[in-house]
């Protein structure tokens, strides 16, 4: 028994690397505003997963609302960036837009996007947000946007996305004279969300 546990451990140690090879990035961000209210309502989150990044968010509430998501993740997989933004004023539509790219490591680029506009007589609000990634279950890039008014609104929505349909230069390893002296560094892979509110 206790040679088997030491095989599953060891065999689980040898494809945590493999499995762990994904850069993932996520960002949303709302934002409403009413004739009647005059404080209105921002919403946003940010999301990343890699060995290196960081995850950022913003809102400001009141007779103009604001929010927005930032979020970047970079392992040996490649690099992925999400920026959601979200706008809404007493007297003004809603608009909210996010965009989001990966790089792989093979120089491959994924990227989605989005935009929404809300224009409404009473209330209106807008959202948008998406996600983007490489690893070993292959690319993606998702967006979505809508939003909503009261009677007698209108909502413009529309959203886009490709998927490694072009390349850039892929990485290279760096000339040998440049590595004569290489430390090794520990890297310690960590997942950080955030998420702020304001009405």
């Known amino acids: ?84 933004n979200a706008f809404a004023s007493r007297g003004g539509p809603a608009v909210a837009t996010t965009y989001n790219i990966s790089i792989g490591r093979d120089g491959r680029v994924s990227r989605s996007g989005g935009m929404s506009v809300a224009d409404g007589p009473i209330h209106r609000s807008a959202a948008a947000g998406g996600s983007v990634g490489t690893g070993r279950h292959g690319r993606n890039a998702t967006a979505y946007a809508s939003g909503r008014t009261g009677r007698h609104g209108r909502v413009q929505a529309r959203t886009d996305s490709n998927q490694g349909l072009r390349r850039v230069a892929p990485w290279r390893a760096a000339p040998p004279e440049m590595t004569r002296s290489v430390k090794k560094v520990k890297i310690v892979r960590r997942t950080v969300t955030a998420r702020t509110s304001r009405r």
Do not use: H
Not at 40 to 60: I, L, P, V
Not at 61 to 72: C, D, L, Q, W
């Open 1 to 84: 028994m206790k040679r088997l546990r030491t095989l599953i451990t060891t065999l689980a140690l040898a494809a945590a690397p493999a499995l762990a090879a994904a850069s993932d990035a996520q960002t949303s961000a709302t934002a409403g505003s009413s004739r009647y209210n005059r404080n209105g309502a921002a919403q946003a989150s940010a999301r990343y997963d890699g060995d290196f990044g960081f995850a950022r968010t913003d809102t400001r509430s009141g007779s103009t609302s604001s929010a927005r998501g930032v979020a970047v993740g970079v392992d040996e997989s490649g690099l992925s960036l999400s920026v959601s």
